[in-house]
């Protein structure tokens, strides 16, 4: 489904041809998403699907295509719109994007990050809007980061990626939480931090004092002074940040979202940021999707929103699309996914 990039266009058209007619492919071409029983008409038959992230796939979904149903391929990392043991039970492969979209997601959480401590949605309100008076050096003052601790939950490709854009800006402690310890990437971490303290010692990036450590999420909360989330949506992540810890935050905490909305509580996130425990947020995403116009949170001064951009660039949606096709073929013909759940 979905209108893709004209280059998957033309590897659509050559793939046609090659398979000679063994396929046919149905596109959906509306900008609107089906809806749900759209949905279910247009699967019915398919050997394989293409899907969307906003697409639901489930028992109802895989019963509506039918027997002859192989593969679903997701243009997307994430895969929690999938019931994947449903699919699994039933002999279905999964196909995913993981890889491709790391260095787009990881500039999107250091661009959220960047905007909620520097207070760039109050700065850009402030010059639309003619609030920009004379310079003044008490107005919109932010926070940096130099010696400061970065919360990492979730320390997969994205995860790392983050926290190698971030340390730089002078991060002297990573902490981070997930199912296991990843001992290579602190050392790697490790290694950047070393390589840019040398020519930044003024900024308080001093070699000896640089620390990666493996944590519980409850510690990372309460030690970090940013915490970013960069975990996948699932049962256990489900309101990760919720109002029984909102308030164990450093005061002063930042909380930045590239993940996926549900993981946050959004009225804990809210009484963290009405309460001032927390300085602000950083959110691409929302629960739910998209986040309403008159939403508390959207117009909250401190509360930086981006509406699901983490993968959206040229090169990456391009590349996005050539795997999920390359999957859904894959898996079509009989053969190894590329990248799969
Ligand atoms: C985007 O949110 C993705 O999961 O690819
Ligand atoms: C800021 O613009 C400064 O000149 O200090």
């Not at 280059?7 to 046609?16: D, F, G, H, N, V």
């Not at 949170?297 to 929103?305: G, K, N, T």
């Amino acid at each position: 489904t979905a209108t893709l990039p004209p280059r998957t266009q033309a590897l659509i058209k050559s793939l046609e041809s090659s398979t000679s007619g063994k396929f046919k492919l149905i596109q959906w071409r509306n900008e609107q998403r089906p809806t749900r029983n759209e949905l279910l008409n247009l699967v019915q038959g398919a050997s394989g699907v293409l899907c969307m992230l906003t697409d639901k796939i489930d028992g109802e979904l895989i019963r509506a295509a039918g027997p002859q149903l192989k593969v679903v391929s997701t243009m997307s990392v994430g895969y929690d719109h999938i019931n994947t043991k449903v699919l699994h039970e039933n002999n279905i492969l999964i196909g995913n994007t993981p890889g491709v979209l790391t260095n787009a997601t990881s500039d999107i959480a250091a661009l959220l990050l960047l905007g909620a401590a520097r207070r760039a949605k109050e700065g850009v309100d402030a010059v639309e809007n003619s609030k920009w008076g004379v310079w003044n050096p008490n107005w919109l003052l932010g926070v940096e980061f130099s010696g400061k601790t970065l919360g990492i939950v979730g320390l997969g490709g994205i995860g790392a990626a983050t926290a190698a854009r971030l340390i730089p800006f002078g991060f002297s402690k990573i902490l981070y939480s997930g199912s296991r310890q990843h001992k290579e990437k602190e050392a790697l971490l490790a290694d950047i931090h070393r390589s840019v303290s040398n020519f930044n010692t003024s900024q308080g990036l001093s070699t000896d004092c640089f620390e990666c450590k493996f944590v519980s999420t409850d510690l990372l909360i309460k030690e970090s002074d940013v915490v970013i989330l960069c975990c996948a949506l699932n049962e256990n992540t489900r309101m990760l940040i919720n109002k029984s810890n909102i308030n164990d935050f450093k005061q002063g905490g930042i909380l930045i979202n590239p993940a996926r909305g549900p993981i946050v509580d959004p009225e804990a996130l809210l009484h963290g940021l009405e309460s001032n425990r927390l300085f602000a947020a950083g959110l691409d995403v929302t629960d739910p999707e998209p986040i309403k116009a008159d939403d508390p949170l959207v117009s909250h001064p401190r509360c930086f929103i981006m509406p699901h951009l983490g993968s959206a660039t040229v090169e990456t949606r391009e590349a996005m699309s050539d795997l999920a096709l390359e999957n859904l073929l894959a898996g079509v013909l009989g053969d190894k996914l590329t990248a799969s759940v």
